[in-house]
DNA sequence: AATGAATGAGTCTTCATTCAT
DNA sequence: GATGAATGAAGACTCATTCAT
């Protein structure tokens, strides 16, 4: 009941956003009562954070897996960290958006967790984007810091446009994607 | 009065949320009562598409200039749109962060009416794209509209992270940004 | 309707406690809403403040008044303030039992308020005792803080069983304890 | 379990009082479940009962074995009286305060049992007042009904302030006040 | 004896909105 | 133009209680 607790709200946070969301929306679609959601979870707040928690968890082991590779090239790096976010919308798609916007309704402790987590996901690329320029893989005077926040601006965009079953597959948007900020639009 | 209600009202959306901010915090505010709030505005969404509508209109308007500016290369034109965004942050701050994010809270005929904005901007920015790519100044086989998207990301998610006053000034992050976008971060 | 609230609550308060009484018993008394009592009071424990501050600080000044006599012995000032608390019984019965018992359900900060009022209340009793202990009135070995606790016992307790339309009058009440109090019953 | 379950509620209820004490909070403080209370338990006001009971059975054996004394004076009576209610503020203190105060959260028929006890109780002490004025050892025209009311008033009031590790002793107490009602404190 | 899951009625509180004045 | 009073629907959360295991 717990993991069905869990992943109807995602869908539904991922439908309504977080506030629109009450708890009654999540339990009704359950047809069990307000009780059993508090029987789970001490809040509604909580639930968010457990979402955000096992998201994140997980997105950042994987992407450590990535950082941490022996072969690829820093350059193969990034294009694998897009490829990390972008595929997350089609795989944990709710989850993912949910992850992205709805950080304003935590209290400030838990704002404060999540946004450490978040940071080490921003400082992971900032890393790879370093060691780029220091092995001559990317130019050597970026702003590595601002570049990662616009990879991320990048992909965290597309959650909220991106259709899976468009007209432009998830491959294609990553290669779009990582050939535009590795070798620029223009000609 | 109903401009002194729509500068609180965009400061406080910008600050706490549209959801977050309640019509007694607006009138509080104010040193009025609600009263005065419905005898100006019909509803709490009519304020707030009146916010949008009216940032957007002028935005639009200014982006016009550019795009149909004579003497601009299309990569000046991109530039100066990416300008355009970043310099909003610091003059209209709240009111392009209340721009960016509150859409999901308008019902389906005022999303609806957004959107069209929106996505008059954006096609307006894949038609500066094109008409680079024609004219030989951009890469031949791109794909406009996804690097349209791109770009709004790359922008659009400063709203999150952007301080105007830290280390790197809105002039420098327009550079880098529109660097990394023409000609890519690989050496 | 304000006033008409306040006294509806006392009523309830007085009949089943502060806790068991719930904002709905208040306006469904009263045929209005719930909207209605916070219109007008900011929480339930902000209205049970009202009720006490607006007791004791009556209370504590119709004590003074008797308290700073010029004519009264005191002895007689002691017996005054037993008829002012019998009394009370009688003209806001509810009101003072209401003050007498729901205190424990008050936040930390307003609870110290109560009790610095309950402690002056308290404290101008025991002057009395000192006052008529030097003046030869009293006894001279009293321990007037106890003494001062144990007149309020007295008196206190009576909310809990003394009924105004009983065999006793309550004057006669009045003439009973204070004569058990000065002159004691033993022969 | 049983025996821990109440020991442990008196304790909960003389803290924080019988409607603000959960079932939960009995049953975490135990590290057992609520399944385990209710197989003990019939309902949450049926352990009130059962405390209520077992407290004031005990407390009117040991005010009998006083009543039925053949040494002691009406006067030492009373005096003992008085003491047997004061010690226990010390010894079976939230019992005691949990006796003298949460009997409003009791169902009408459990009310009325309680009731009873309570007034035999008050009853056996009057009788000694009586005893007291026919043999002479106390004024000849009390009312011996109010005055039993005046002692439970003075003795029940210290359950509300009374610190046993205070300046004053419980045998100091008992002395206050067992002269101030048998003698009285005017000179 | 004890547990874990679920219930459902109830709690205080918030808030956008209405309307007579 | 503006106010003050009132509404009613909804919100998160609590809790005594039940029951199959």
């Known amino acids: ?7 109807t709200s995602i869908l539904l946070f991922g439908k309504k956003g977080f506030s629109q969301t009450s708890i009654q929306d999540i339990v009704t679609e359950l047809h069990v009562t307000k009780g059993t959601f508090y029987y789970h979870f001490p809040s509604k707040e909580q639930l968010l954070m457990d979402i955000h928690q096992d998201y994140i968890t997980n997105l950042i082991a994987r992407q450590e897996l990535i950082v941490h590779d022996r072969i ?6 990034l294009t694998a960290i897009i490829r990390l976010l972008i595929n997350d919308i089609a795989d944990k798609g709710p989850s ?11 209290g400030p402790k838990n704002m404060q967790r999540i946004k450490q987590d978040r940071d080490q996901f921003r ?10 320029m ?6 050597a ?14 992909t965290n965009w597309s959650y909220n446009w991106f259709k899976t079953d468009g007209e432009v597959s998830e491959e294609e948007l990553v ?8 070798t620029g639009i223009g000609s």
Do not use: P
């Open 1 to 7: 009941m717990k993991e069905k607790i869990t992943e």
């Open 96 to 106: 993912a958006r949910v992850f992205s916007r709805e950080v304003r309704h935590l």
């Open 123 to 132: 400082l992971n690329i900032e890393a790879v984007i370093k060691a780029g």
């Open 134 to 139: 220091q092995q001559g893989e990317l130019k």
């Open 72 to 77: 690829y090239s820093q350059q193969d790096k």
């Open 175 to 182: 290669t779009i994607f990582s050939e535009m900020i590795l």
């Open 141 to 154: 005077d970026l702003r590595a810091d601002m570049i990662a926040f616009g990879i991320l601006g990048v």
